[in-house]
């Protein structure tokens, strides 16, 4: 009896030690994302985009030699589900937690794994708290901040559009409008003469902003841009009605309204630009991109549906380059890399991450024009300056 009982366990011993040796030539990256709800839309473009890098990364040899195993668990658009979904792709052994797309979803997961002492990286939020502020020193996203983006489009406007008189219409309804705005606030006292000479708000859900406009048309001349800070769904019956109205001016907006799904319901819409880390349109500068967006559409089935898709693939790249320069996957020590990345480029725009701020505070931009309804690539731009962290913290 003793001897049936030791070959047993020598036999539970074996599996276990062949389960560890299989184990060790793997690398744990652990996505606690929308499987559900609304935030699925956002979060899974973005998620595809990460598996994409990944799947090459694996057919490349892997990361330090070993290949790199995905799991994931399901935040159902909810926060106590989200905590819950990081402490499951924690238990699965995740060095690397991926988070929703948004900060207040993609917090609870990323708390987890900071407790837990793992990198978590935001799919693509553009909030300031989703890094150290809001999470904690082995926080990170791969993305811009909405402030990038209202300081881009008053710049290059200024420089290209000459745009000298700017009104600001603002969408209260969530924090990324009002990053847009901060950033536009931030970028025009450094515009030499260029002057602020209207500023409105308006909730998302409002079915007519007919007021706003009525100030607009009652300037003494219209504004040489008009800084819209706003999303989807509002971002439509706002534009229609600016345009119905007869107001020709420029239109700038943030890369939230990027994507040709909702043109239609905006027919023959000209003189409207937004900022987008790579084109989905076919004419990316970088022809890599465009090749991506191929390689998207075969993977996936559909074509990018905006600019959202893009940081997915550069956390990934920006991650796995940090793991090799550091020979582990130590969350202290690939920190210290990434950290260290000045500059660092990806197939959508140079990153840069220090020991102050785990987000982008200044990047490149395509500008997309909509021109008669059809959205393309006019132009590409970097701010001059970079947003200093102090004032994105009192935002």
């Known amino acids: 009896m003793n001897r049936v009982k030791t070959l047993a366990l020598a036999a539970v011993f074996g599996t276990l030690i062949a389960q560890t040796a299989w184990a060790a030539d793997e690398i744990v990256v652990g996505f606690a994302t929308a499987e559900s709800g609304f935030m699925q839309a956002y979060d899974k473009p973005a998620q595809d985009a990460a598996l994409i890098r990944i799947d090459e990364i694996n057919k490349a040899g ?102 000298r008189k700017f009104y600001r ?47 607009i048309k009652a300037l003494p001349q219209e504004p040489d841009a008009i800084m819209l800070c706003t999303m989807m769904p509002g971002a439509v019956s706002a534009i229609k009605q600016i345009r119905a109205a007869g107001i020709k001016a420029p239109i700038l907006n943030g890369s939230g309204v990027d994507g040709s799904y909702w043109l239609s319901a905006v027919p023959d819409l000209s003189n409207f630009y937004v900022p987008a880390q790579g084109s989905i349109y076919g004419d990316d500068p970088n022809p890599k991109v465009n090749e991506f967006n191929k390689k998207y559409k075969e ?7 905006s600019q959202y898709v893009y940081p997915g693939y550069v956390l990934i790249d920006v991650w796995a380059k ?20 000045k500059d660092e ?51």
Request: hydrophobic letters at 40%; proline letters at 4%; glycine letters at 8%.
């Open 322 to 341: 940090a793991v090799e320069r550091a020979k582990t996957t130590d969350a202290d020590a690939v920190v210290a890399e990434l950290e260290k990345m």
């Open 299 to 305: 993977v996936t089935g559909g074509d990018p549906s």
């Open 62 to 163: 892997g990361l330090l030699g070993k290949q790199i195993k995905v799991v994931t668990a399901d935040t159902k658009t909810d926060r106590a589900e989200g905590a819950k979904a990081g402490l499951e792709v924690l238990d699965k052994g995740a060095e690397l937690v991926i988070v929703s797309c948004d900060y207040d979803f993609g917090a609870p997961a990323a708390l987890a794994a900071e407790a837990a002492g793992k990198v978590s990286f935001f799919l693509c939020a553009e909030s300031i708290k989703a890094g150290i502020p809001g999470v904690g020193p082995h926080s990170f996203s791969s993305s811009v901040l909405a402030a990038v983006q209202g300081a881009t489009m008053a710049e290059w406007a200024y420089n290209k559009k000459n745009a």
């Open 169 to 215: 219409l603002l969408d209260t309804w969530t924090v990324y409008n009002k990053g847009i705005c901060d950033g536009f606030d931030w970028q025009l006292p450094r515009l030499k003469d260029a002057e602020l000479v209207g500023s409105d708000t308006f909730k998302n859900e409002d079915a007519s902003i007919a007021s706003q406009i009525s100030r």
């Open 345 to 395: 480029p990806t197939l959508f725009g140079p990153r840069t991450f220090t020991n102050e701020i785990h987000h982008q505070n200044k990047g490149r931009y395509l500008i997309i024009e909509t021109n008669n309804g059809k959205p393309a690539v006019v132009d590409q731009w970097t701010i001059s300056e970079a947003i200093p962290v102090a004032d994105l913290l009192k935002q």
